[in-house]
């Protein structure tokens, strides 16, 4: 067994370790999924308009599961066509308008239906076929069998009454259902906790790149050169580190403006004391190595001593307190987009979600509310599971 792990390669016998971690292998699918979910984003959500920000009042906070007949009639502006790539990343706006109908019948070039109404007190409403299908008719004329239709500047088209009625009901009449229910302005839940995903990743994501690169960085120096380097950078970590975390992030916030990206930039900034302090307490103990002494005696420059020599070997606790990181960079901007100082509408966010919707926790919807709780608590959760496992299966004592 001992010559095996011999032959095998640090990254492999990290990784056997690991995999015995079942705990840290079902955060990890967690993690994985939730990446492939907001990376995929809109081509997944029901609602792929941008932001899943199309409003149907009259199905406002219907139940998990609803569903309702949904009309789609074609609407009078052209829109800009879209590549799978562009709608992935920003969603793409719908050629139709939706009105869900509680009943319907096809009669002649006409569609007479019930518009939806929750108390079942709905409105009737009649519209001719080739307004559904066609924006913009004109000079509409019905003949037998046959309805005769126009375009402004165009010569007229004649169709058959019952090729319109089939278009209309395989295409323009859709069986909708929404998975976790609507929002008070009958929003898809489901689509806008998707799309909140990519929010939370994101912050995540690129708060931990930032809080690495200065974190490394100043840590390095400050473990590498000692002296007057050291109480310089140290200086300046305890200053950093005395201001409580959310308060520097409420004051960066209100600096930067708010926005998308300023949370990024906030919140990364804010998180590289922890990762500067751990780098420079490992080169401490690493710099005075014989490897070390070594590549002085053959005459290397600092640069490369630090970065093929002492870097590499101390990445295992920044590793694991990177996933910490990723942890509270989600439940940061989680917070602030709470407050209202966060990502800002009409953007889904999962914080900005439980504060839109907390009143509801008292009603009979507070389903709107806890959906997006769980979901910061599981995505926190699976983190700090991975950042554990990590630990136990990068320590070498084991």
């Known amino acids: 067994?001992?010559?095996?792990?011999?032959?095998q390669s640090p990254g492999m016998i990290t990784w056997m370790r690991f995999r015995r971690n079942s705990i840290g292998m079902v955060a990890l699918a967690i993690i994985i999924f939730a990446i492939l979910v907001s990376i995929l984003g809109y081509l997944i959500t029901p609602d792929s308009s941008p932001y899943s920000n199309t409003q149907i009042l009259e199905i406002s906070t219907q139940k998990p599961g609803?569903?309702?007949d949904m009309l789609l009639v074609q609407k009078d502006e052209m829109l800009p066509t879209t590549n799978i790539f562009q709608k992935m990343l920003f969603g793409a706006k719908s050629n139709y308008t939706s009105i869900p109908v509680s009943s319907y019948r096809l009669q002649g070039d006409s569609l007479h239906a019930k518009l939806f109404d929750p108390d079942g007190i709905g409105e009737p409403m009649k519209l001719a076929l080739p307004d559904i299908i066609f924006p913009e008719v004109n000079n509409l004329v019905h003949t037998g069998g046959q309805v005769s239709f126009g375009f402004?500047?165009?010569?007229d088209t004649t169709v058959s009454v019952k090729n319109l009625q089939q278009t209309v009901e395989n295409k323009h009449i859709n069986k909708q259902t929404y998975w976790l229910g609507t929002d008070q302005f009958g929003r898809d839940l489901l689509s806008r906790l998707i799309i909140g995903t990519r929010v939370s990743l994101s912050v995540g994501a690129i708060s931990v790149s930032i809080s690495l690169i200065l974190g490394i960085l100043l840590g390095a120096l400050a473990g590498y050169f000692g002296k007057r380097t050291d109480q310089m950078i140290?200086?300046?970590i305890n200053v950093v580190w005395s201001i409580p975390t959310?308060?520097?992030v409420i004051a960066l916030t209100f600096a930067l403006g708010?926005?998308?990206?300023?949370?990024?930039?906030?919140v990364g900034l804010t998180m590289w004391v922890e990762v500067a302090r751990v780098v420079r307490g490992q080169i401490l103990g690493l710099r005075e190595k014989e490897f070390i002494e070594a590549g002085y005696a053959l005459g290397y420059s600092h640069y490369r001593i630090l970065t093929r020599h002492i870097i590499p070997n101390i990445l295992s606790p920044v590793i694991v307190i990177s996933a910490a990181n990723f942890a509270s960079a989600i439940l940061i901007e989680a917070g602030l987009s709470f407050l209202g100082i966060g990502v800002q509408p009409p953007m889904p966010s999962w914080g900005s979600m439980v504060k839109e919707y907390y009143s509801f926790i008292i009603l009979d919807s507070a389903y709107l509310a806890i959906i997006p709780g769980l979901a910061i608590v599981v995505l926190?959760?699976?983190?700090?599971?991975?950042?554990n496992a990590?630990?136990?299966?990068?320590?070498v004592k084991l």
Do not use: C, K, P, Y
């Not at 402004?152 to 010569?155: A, E, I, K, R």
């Not at 708010?258 to 906030?266: L, P, S, Y």
């Not at 990590?390 to 320590?395: E, I, P, S």
């Open 380 to 387: 926190v959760l699976a983190f700090m599971a991975l950042g």
């Open 1 to 7: 067994m001992q010559r095996e792990n011999q032959s």
């Open 258 to 266: 708010r926005g998308f990206w300023q949370i990024f930039i906030a």
């Open 234 to 236: 140290m200086w300046f």
């Open 390 to 395: 990590l630990q136990d299966a990068l320590d």
């Open 246 to 248: 959310l308060l520097l």
């Open 66 to 68: 609803f569903s309702v």
């Open 152 to 155: 402004l500047n165009q010569t």
